[in-house]
């Protein structure tokens, strides 16, 4: 336990150097794997011990810095003081589906790994370089940029006449 | 009956269900050969529900509400693949078929308490109920196999549910896994026949033998025994199914009516739904099964549902 604890510590000390986050929000805690963070309820600790899974993974420990994931900056980012980007609603389909993004100098924030947002979206973290932010969504979170839309209604009219669709 | 490929519909099948639906057999078979319009649950967590439904409606999107559940939307237009899109990856909606978010208006758990979804991959309704609690409390989501326990998993991530704990157990030996530990509600979803899903696929229907749903009515009796006992004195269960088979509905809700367990009609607004059997096949059910809730196919154009509220009494005694 004690080496967890210490785990738990050195990560929050990444979250809070990096990101201003000083404290995890209240009725939370932090558990820590190796390099790994997740976020959980209070009331989840009478579980953990037959638990496979607890809470939502949060943040990992990088080479670069402290990375969120997306609920993690869902979670941590309403905390964050510094190294926060916003991003236009037109970036975040292309951020979405795996792009970097093209920011120039962001005033303030300095290049590392840093909180994306779109207004009340958070959309994960990335590595801003200066320039632009370098995208880590995960592959299993990236989505598709465009897709024609259907008309269900009209779908299931022709299904009920028999007809395909 | 030529609206369903050949082979899809057995004798056994027609003759079953022709006796359950009556006069609304051929009303019932016609909602079954049609898909239901798909349906959204938006994330209230993540994102105001009101900017987010304009979000995706200044996107061409054309959202219904469902009248039963105030996140729920049926998709009237929308994109091909709603599991594909930047809104779904972000964990703002969950793709939720709109009588599948019956159960926990149902169950109605609340903020801090312990909830046990027993059945719970792959976590529509456990996300569901995770956000219903404001992401406070905690909700123990159970699976039987691995497979389906890492989807739950996974959709529990992207919803970003912190309140829940993934267990991989047979629901059926829980209570001793559990000891002591008891639950404020208990969600049993049980695996099914699934003849509500067939709007979806024919598959439910080709498999479907009476001979299957004996053998699993036993499962879901063991299961919603076990979740049961899992329950606190005073505490509120809902089991349910997305099926119609009352060897499948009536009949388990029955063995829990003797080990003690009350049945209360549900409060769910704008749902129409007809009472539970009290009769089959010249057999005389408790009348107190009138209050669970059968959801027909063609009552609320969605899935067919079964969903009974029961109540573990405070003076409860015995193992139970």
Same mark, same amino acid.
């Given at each position: ?18 990101? /201003? ?82 920011? /120039? ?18 959309? /994960? ?41 | ?320």
């Amino acid at each position: 336990m004690e080496a967890r604890l210490g785990r738990e510590e050195r990560i929050t000390a990444l979250l809070r150097e990096r990101f /201003g986050i000083d404290e995890i929000p209240e009725g939370y805690v932090l558990l820590s794997s190796a390099r790994k963070a997740r976020l959980v309820s209070t009331e989840t600790l009478d579980f953990l011990d037959v638990a496979s899974v607890a809470g939502v993974y949060v943040a990992k420990e990088t080479p670069f810095g402290p990375h969120l994931s997306i609920e993690g900056s869902r979670l941590l980012g309403p905390l964050a003081t510094k190294n926060v980007v916003e991003v236009d609603p037109e970036d975040v389909d292309a951020w979405m589906s795996g792009s970097d993004i093209e920011k /120039g100098e962001v005033p303030g924030v300095e290049p590392g790994p840093v909180i994306v947002k779109s207004g009340e979206i958070y959309l /994960g973290s990335g590595y801003y370089d200066g320039r632009r932010i370098r995208n880590m969504v995960s592959r299993a979170r990236r989505s598709e940029q465009s897709q024609p839309l259907i008309d269900y209604t009209l779908r299931r009219e022709k299904e009920e006449r028999g007809e395909e669709f | 009956m030529e609206r369903f490929p050949e082979g899809v519909l057995k004798p056994a099948f027609q003759e079953r269900y022709r006796k359950l639906m009556g006069s609304e057999y051929e009303l019932f078979l016609r909602f079954m050969a049609t898909r239901p319009i798909p349906s959204i649950r938006l994330n209230p967590m993540k994102a105001d529900p009101h900017r987010l439904r304009k979000r995706l409606e200044s996107r061409g999107w054309r959202l219904e509400q469902i009248p039963w559940y105030d996140f729920g939307f049926w998709v009237l237009r929308g994109p091909e693949r709603l599991g594909a899109t930047p809104e779904h990856q972000l964990g703002l909606y969950y793709v939720q078929e709109a009588a599948s978010m019956v159960p926990p208006v149902a169950l109605d758990p609340q903020p801090r308490e312990r909830v046990l979804d027993l059945a719970a991959a792959p976590g529509s309704k456990t996300t569901q109920m995770a956000e219903m609690m404001g992401w406070r409390g905690v909700i123990l989501a159970n699976d039987s196999n691995l497979g389906r326990a890492n989807a739950l998993s996974a959709n529990i991530q992207r919803m970003g549910c912190p309140n829940v704990v993934v267990t991989v157990r047979d629901g059926r030996i829980l209570p001793k896994v559990l000891s002591s530990r008891r639950f404020d509600r208990v969600l049993v979803d049980a695996p099914c026949s699934a003849v509500g899903e067939a709007r979806r696929s024919w598959g439910a229907l080709k498999r479907w033998s009476l001979r299957a749903v004996r053998r699993i009515s036993r499962l879901q009796k063991s299961l919603a025994l076990a979740g049961y006992r899992l329950l606190k004195k005073g505490g509120l269960m809902v089991y349910s199914t997305c099926t119609l088979d009352p060897e499948e509905n009536e009949f388990v809700v029955l063995s829990l009516l003797r080990e003690g367990a009350e049945l209360v009609r549900p409060e769910i607004l704008n749902l129409k739904a007809r009472p539970g059997l009290t009769r089959w096949e010249d057999r005389e059910l408790d009348p107190a099964l009138s209050r669970a809730l059968r959801i027909y196919p063609q009552d609320n154009d969605t899935q067919a549902f079964f969903v009974a509220l029961i109540k573990k009494p405070l003076d409860a005694g015995g193992e139970c």
